[in-house]
């Protein structure tokens, strides 16, 4: 099993910045990418951002965020970190954070899931 925290979120004005951490353990060796999803109120669960964790670091952006969120990585601390830039009313979610053993498999029911932290951006 992986256990993933995610400490961070919070409220912030538009136009501001937050920094999202997610920390694995536990079979953390099972684990070769990592990425964030977000739920607003009444939608489904979107794709954010993944990252690679092995050899060089892929990653991949959904439009809407590409150019304002950065997802990284610290393997030495098992983290990934999503820095969001330029924040939009319409960025407001509950992000959960995800890991499993291919980038494609991320999203699925059986990936594994950190419990979520909300995200509120004021107009």
């Known amino acids: 099993q992986v256990q993933l925290v995610e400490p961070g979120g919070g409220l912030v004005q538009a136009g501001g910045s937050l920094r999202l951490s997610c920390a694995a353990s536990?079979?953390?060796?099972?684990?070769?990418?990592m990425g964030w999803f977000r739920q607003a109120p009444g939608k489904e669960r979107e794709f954010v951002a993944a990252i690679t964790l092995s050899g060089g670091a892929s990653t991949y952006y959904t439009d809407s965020v590409k150019g304002r969120f950065t997802i990284s990585r610290d393997n030495a601390r098992n983290t990934v970190y999503l820095q969001m830039n330029n924040l939009k009313p319409e960025d407001t979610a509950v992000y959960y954070c995800a890991a499993d053993r291919r980038v494609d498999r991320l999203g699925r029911t059986d990936s594994y899931w950190g419990q979520g932290t909300q995200v509120t951006v004021s107009s």
């Open positions: 536990g079979r953390t060796f099972s684990i070769y990418a």
